[in-house]
């Protein structure tokens, strides 16, 4: 396991976004540059079969790094995301894995869990073990949302 410093790569944009089979996450500011440190979990972090299953990345928005205040009042940003097509329980476990494995790093960070789904109805997925785990780790509710996806900061 790699650490997150090894495997970012920053960013400075007004539209950050990567894209898996047809699924996109977007994090956009029209009106200001977003600094964001972009680390591909899957492919860096946790690669070996010992890591378990994981996320496909996690965006950084350090506030101490943005040029503008886009954050205002609130604290460093991180979003874990998995690009996921069907199978949204096997997503809640790669995103509990993955937090639970690299929170430690982030700690001053406010955790936040997405899933980017190319399903439009989207089945009761709260009542899953995965999915209560992951609620009580971040104490957040679980974004499950149909692609393409955007979030305005």
């Known amino acids: 396991m790699k650490t997150l410093n090894e495997c970012f790569q920053t960013e400075t944009k007004h539209k950050i976004y990567r894209e898996?089979?047809?699924?996109?996450?977007?994090?956009?500011n029209e009106q200001y540059e977003i600094v964001c440190d972009v680390v591909p979990i899957e492919?860096?972090?946790?690669?070996?079969?010992k890591d378990g299953r994981r996320c496909d990345y996690l965006f950084l928005f350090d506030k101490a790094?943005?040029?503008?205040?886009?954050?205002?009042?609130?604290?460093?940003?991180?979003?874990?995301?998995?690009?996921?097509?069907?199978?949204?329980?096997?997503?809640?476990?790669?995103?509990?894995?993955?937090?639970?494995?690299?929170?430690i790093q982030i700690q001053?960070?406010?955790?936040n869990a997405l899933v980017v789904s190319s399903r439009?109805?989207?089945?009761?997925?709260?009542?899953?073990?995965?999915?209560?785990?992951?609620?009580r780790l971040i104490r957040k509710q679980?974004?499950?949302e149909v692609t393409p996806h955007t979030i305005n900061l």
Not at 83 to 101: F, R, T
């Open 20 to 28: 898996e089979e047809g699924k996109e996450i977007s994090f956009v």
């Open 43 to 49: 492919k860096c972090v946790l690669t070996g079969k």
């Open 65 to 103: 790094k943005q040029i503008y205040a886009i954050l205002k009042n609130k604290k460093s940003l991180a979003y874990y995301v998995e690009l996921k097509g069907i199978l949204l329980e096997d997503a809640c476990e790669q995103l509990y894995n993955s937090i639970e494995k690299t929170k």
């Open 108 to 111: 001053d960070f406010e955790i």
């Open 120 to 135: 439009e109805y989207v089945p009761k997925y709260d009542n899953t073990d995965w999915n209560r785990d992951l609620i």
């Open 142 to 144: 679980t974004q499950f």
